[in-house]
């Protein structure tokens, strides 16, 4: 289902929150020519950045790639290309992408390096920056139960971008550590309704 | 170079000094801490309606977790095995960021490699430098309400950090509103640097030898608590 040169986009924070068996399937099948929209890309071979050590990738884009030296290494050689993103816009933007907003103006990174480029404009005298919607092809999320229809739980800091991504890509992907009857979910503590998830893995 | 304070001494110095500033405000709060030197304040907070935001999704952020508190799935944005407070609660990452934006977070504590006398601040990137990452630095400044820079006095090889113009890649213009370092404590209003507070060690002469900002002195300056 992810062809070479797909954009993917994979949630968690550091190693807390991401589809680990996903990435791992991922990794194992070598598709290359990646875009991968995350928050950073874990560990040197952990996590994500296997896909790194395999040259699997060729773009990346999120706002936190300290964790993982081979990232800057691989960018300061060109063999990558890495987009940098405040983390609250990074955000944002995702979620704007998953509920049909295209763009939309914050005050983060105004004037900065990071702003270099982009359209500005004023509102009641303070300078706002234009970000764009970010969309992907596939997004992998991790999330701790699912009900058979795809309603989500999550379990403490490993929700962070994972409700987000999967409103924001063409097909959802959830690996869940669990997978209950339909009904059988407190509807009130759902965080993602079924209908942004198209497909469900369960953990063995 | 002269030592003034020793630097593990200097890092507890500001984090008791910034964690003093949010105990003696009457209300409830607010706050998120940055990595370093920000994240020792916590362990200083002795009030217990101040509740710590971390951005990667959880309000109510406890000590660190040792032992078998240990959950892989709950850790600060520096990526720490944290505990839970009571009442604590979580959430996706753009209602994090929208808190912040949004100005629901009464304060930020960060760190920093340089600020300068209007308050602009320098913290995510050295130019050429083997790093690649901005995190939620430039949201965090833009969007809280009250920014506070808690950072040693000089850099290492004794460069002042408190500078006229920053020279590295800016984070945010005239965002930060204090600055705490070891040796001094200062305020910034109306986009001027004025010094509040100096350390027992050292002159005034000394701390502008020290200080490339100019600033002003408060009338009413006062001896630093260490």
């Known amino acids: 289902m992810i062809r070479p040169g797909a954009r993917i986009m994979v949630g968690g924070f550091g190693l807390a929150g991401y589809p680990e068996l996903l990435v791992e399937n991922l990794a194992a099948c070598g598709v290359g020519d990646l875009t991968v929209i995350s928050n950073d890309l874990g560990s040197p071979g952990v996590g994500l950045g296997k896909l790194l050590t395999n040259k699997q990738i060729r773009a990346l884009i999120g706002n936190y790639y300290n964790w993982n030296p081979e990232v800057p290494e691989a960018c300061f050689r060109g063999e990558i290309e890495v987009t940098l993103v405040p983390q609250g816009t990074f955000a944002e933007a995702i979620r704007a992408a998953g509920v049909g907003i295209p763009a939309f103006y914050t005050a983060a990174s105004v004037g900065t390096d990071l702003a270099r480029d982009k359209e500005t404009k004023e509102f009641d005298g303070k300078t706002f920056v234009l970000e764009r919607a970010i969309h992907a092809d596939v997004a992998l999320v991790k999330a701790h139960r699912a009900d058979e229809l795809g309603n989500l739980v999550y379990t403490k800091t490993a929700r962070n971008f994972n409700p987000l991504m999967a409103m924001a890509a063409t097909l959802t992907i959830a690996e869940v550590d669990d997978i209950v009857p339909v009904g059988s979910l407190d509807p009130e503590c759902i965080v993602t309704p079924h209908i942004f998830v198209d497909i469900l893995v369960r953990r063995d | ?226």
């Open chain 2, 1 to 226: 170079m002269q030592v003034i304070v020793p630097a593990e001494e200097a890092k507890v110095r500001i984090a008791r000094r910034v964690a003093r500033e949010f105990d003696e405000q009457k209300r409830s709060m607010v706050i998120n801490l940055g990595v370093g030197i920000p994240t020792m304040v916590a362990g200083y907070i002795e009030r217990h309606d101040i509740y710590i935001q971390a951005e990667n999704g959880m309000l109510g952020v406890g000590p660190l977790a040792v032992g078998k508190e240990v959950n892989r799935q709950l850790i600060n944005a520096g990526r720490q095995p944290v505990t839970e407070t009571p009442g604590c609660c979580y959430f996706d990452s753009a209602t994090s960021f929208g808190m912040i934006r949004g100005g629901h977070v009464d304060a930020t504590v960060i760190g920093a490699l340089q600020v300068d006398q209007e308050g602009s601040i320098a913290n995510w990137i050295i130019p050429n430098g083997r790093q690649l990452g901005v995190g939620g630095a430039m949201d965090l400044v833009s969007g809280a309400r009250q920014v506070v820079v808690a950072m040693q006095h000089n850099t290492r090889d004794g460069k002042p950090k408190l500078v006229k113009s920053c020279t590295l890649p800016i984070t945010g213009f005239c965002e930060a509103d204090m600055i705490v370092t070891e040796l001094a404590v200062f305020h910034l209003g109306g986009s001027r640097l004025v010094l509040k507070e100096i350390a027992p060690e050292i002159s005034l002469d000394t701390l502008v030898r020290l200080t490339e900002a100019e600033f002003i002195v408060c009338a009413n300056l006062k001896t630093m608590s260490v």
